[in-house]
């Protein structure tokens, strides 16, 4: 093993302002790791800022296409399976505290049955991010999408985001979010790579799904990240289509009554 985490950031169009948090996070270890900078962008407007940054740790990748967000993933997962112990899938958009890594890779090294874990995940304000969550039904996504009344809303999500277990134990997750996979990079040769007939959105309840038939995925608030999320989705039209479109394409895999 070459390095003891990788890590990758898909970008589209991002600003070198909202990499730099998430950057620092990262590299705030005394663990081995490596950093990928997957580009989607239409131009490599972010090469000249990692060219001068000359850290031999980080690795700038332009793909002169957007082909999706597990594209992106699978072009870098595809360079680092067996050369590290884990690989990490981060968000731009995530930060956090030193000692997250060196915390997770403990565990890990400690529980070999688990593929995947998640820390606790935050809003910038300190509230919870409900990010674990039940395998979906169509009628969730559904209702998140276009429900007008919040508090119908609210109420199915106490059971479909696992509210009710309260997000102060350890657990076991049927799906974890994808803005923050501590992943054993052994699950990649196991359950296989993002599916790329996946465009954006559910690739990660894809993935989680498949790997958590064979291992657990564990969801760990003893840490804690920062997420600085935005629903687009749901306001923005051609991404709520995008959204739909990969919902039809997920329930036709894995079936839409179960």
């Not at 985001?161 to 974890?176: C, H, P, T």
Request: a positive charge; one cysteine or more.
């Amino acid at each position: 093993m070459n390095y003891d985490i990788t890590a990758t950031i898909v970008t589209y169009k991002t600003k070198i302002f909202d990499l730099e948090k998430v950057i620092e996070s990262f590299f705030k270890t005394t663990l081995n790791v490596k950093l990928y900078i997957s580009d989607n962008s239409p131009t490599d407007e972010l090469k000249e800022y990692f060219k001068k940054l000359n850290n031999e740790k980080i690795e700038y990748i332009f793909n002169n296409c957007n082909m999706g967000y597990g594209y992106g993933h699978n072009i870098i997962i595809r360079k680092i399976i067996g050369k590290s112990k884990y690989h990490l899938i981060l968000n731009p958009d995530i930060y956090f505290q030193k000692n997250v890594l060196e915390e997770l890779f403990i565990y890990m090294e400690e529980n070999k049955e688990v593929g995947n874990i998640m820390p606790m995940v935050k809003y910038p304000n300190g509230a919870i991010q409900y990010l674990c969550k039940r395998n979906p039904k169509p009628f969730d996504i559904l209702l998140r999408a276009f429900c007008p009344s919040k508090k119908i809303v609210e109420k199915r999500n106490v059971i479909y985001e696992m509210r009710d277990e309260g997000y102060d134990k350890i657990m076991n997750v049927e799906i974890l979010s994808g803005c923050f996979m501590f992943l054993r990079n052994e699950v990649f040769e196991t359950v296989g790579l993002f599916d790329e007939k996946i465009f954006m959105y559910f690739e990660d309840f894809d993935l989680n799904r498949r790997i958590h038939e064979k291992y657990k995925t564990i969801f760990y608030p003893k840490v804690e990240i920062i997420h600085e999320h935005a629903k687009e989705s749901h306001k923005n039209k051609r991404l709520l289509f995008i959204g739909m479109k990969s919902a039809i394409y997920y329930f036709n895999k894995w079936g839409w009554m179960k």
